[in-house]
């Protein structure tokens, strides 16, 4: 007897173990009533559930499948929340860049100054041109209306002149108006960049008017 019982032992493990390993499902069917099952019906497979152990309590927890609408819809969050990562990132990019290129809100102040300077220089230069080439038009306009009234033909080589003089004061005319919207563009870059900087080195405008 004791050598059949210790035979015995090892078979009663294994019929533990499978029942320790067997599953129950407990699912919510479409009318709303509970059952408890050890196999998943095919009605049940898209529908939440939990997996139970032996001892009926809850092992695991599977969510319902989700609809063709819902995947899109949960794909697109992901992507949105992959951009704003992204976006973060970059940011986090260029603060850190903006924050060790410059010590100091002077030294920002400075290298702006720089680049003003230059668009500046550009557009007093254009204001020259502009206003040489407008006086060489006139003349030529004059010397024309001249002719006229002598009863002279103008000729070719004169309004040639008047046309070249008038695509010159055009084209220098599109070129100031450039320059002065790069300007612009360039001011809005700077105060937005200059209030990036005082909000990472913590410059309050209380210390900005103190200066």
């Given at each position: 007897m004791r050598k059949l019982a210790l035979c015995l032992i090892p078979l009663l493990c294994l019929v533990c173990d499978a029942a320790l390993a067997q599953k129950l499902y407990r699912w919510v069917d479409k009318e709303g009533k509970v059952h408890y099952t050890d196999t998943l019906p095919p009605e049940a497979m898209?529908?939440?559930?939990?997996?139970?152990?032996?001892?009926?309590?809850?092992?695991?927890?599977?969510?319902?499948?989700?609809?063709?609408?819902?995947?899109?819809l949960k794909a697109e969050q992901a992507q949105q929340e992959a951009d704003a990562a992204a976006r973060q990132a970059e940011q986090d990019k260029m603060d850190a860049v903006l924050t060790s290129s410059y010590a100091t809100e002077a030294d920002l102040e400075r290298a702006y100054k720089e680049r003003?300077?230059?668009?500046?220089?550009?557009?007093?230069a254009a204001k020259v041109g502009i206003t040489s080439q407008e006086k060489?038009?006139?003349?030529?306009?004059?010397?024309?209306?001249?002719?006229?009234?002598?009863?002279?033909?103008?000729?070719?080589?004169?309004?040639?002149?008047?046309?070249?003089?008038?695509?010159?004061?055009?084209?220098?005319?599109?070129?100031?108006?450039m320059r002065?919207?790069?300007?612009?563009?360039?001011?809005?870059?700077?105060?937005?960049?200059?209030?990036?900087?005082?909000?990472?080195k913590g410059i309050s405008d209380t210390d900005t008017s103190a200066n």
């Open positions: 898209q529908s939440a559930r939990d997996e139970l152990n032996s001892h009926g309590m809850t092992v695991n927890r599977v969510d319902r499948a989700l609809t063709e609408e819902e995947r899109k003003f300077d230059l668009l500046d220089q550009s557009v007093e060489s038009l006139t003349d030529l306009l004059a010397h024309a209306a001249r002719l006229e009234r002598e009863g002279k033909p103008v000729p070719a080589t004169v309004n040639s002149s008047i046309s070249a003089a008038r695509n010159q004061v055009a084209e220098q005319r599109a070129y100031m108006e002065e919207a790069e300007r612009a563009n360039l001011q809005a870059e700077y105060e937005a960049v200059q209030t990036r900087y005082r909000k990472l």
